[in-house]
């Protein structure tokens, strides 16, 4: 059964924006601090953005002021604006949702970024 639905990936010129979406159950998306990762060939899948604690969002400093994670509680997506995309961001982005009986993951959605 699928949890996560993610939608938004796609092929963009450099300095150019996408906004990926997922939708999550309601179940999962009460009890989960959502987050978004991504993972480029041949690397670690890594966090680009992520809810902690309340409402409170971090940001590795590669990504720092040009994505943003967003939530839309009645519609149980959360969202990852992304602007001025570099060639670097091209990866699988996938969202998490780690719950306290387990981490859940979407499909994954690909982003291409050309120069």
């Known amino acids: 059964q699928v949890q996560l639905v993610e939608s938004g990936g796609g092929l963009v010129q450099a300095g150019g924006s996408l906004r990926l979406s997922c939708a999550a159950s309601?179940?999962?998306?009460?009890?989960?601090?959502m987050g978004w990762y991504r993972q480029a060939p041949g690397k670690q899948r890594e966090v680009v953005a992520a809810?902690?604690?309340?409402?409170?969002?971090n940001y590795p400093d590669a990504v720092k002021g040009r994505f943003t994670i967003s939530r839309d509680n009645a519609k149980n997506t959360v969202y990852l604006q992304m602007n001025s995309l570099k060639p670097e961001d091209k990866a699988v982005y996938y969202c998490?949702?780690?719950?306290?009986?387990?981490?859940?993951w979407g499909q994954g959605t690909q982003v291409t970024v050309s120069s």
């Open positions: 998490n949702a780690p719950t306290p009986w387990y981490d859940y």
């Open positions: 309601g179940t999962i998306f009460k009890f989960s601090a």
């Open positions: 809810f902690t604690s309340g409402s409170s969002t």
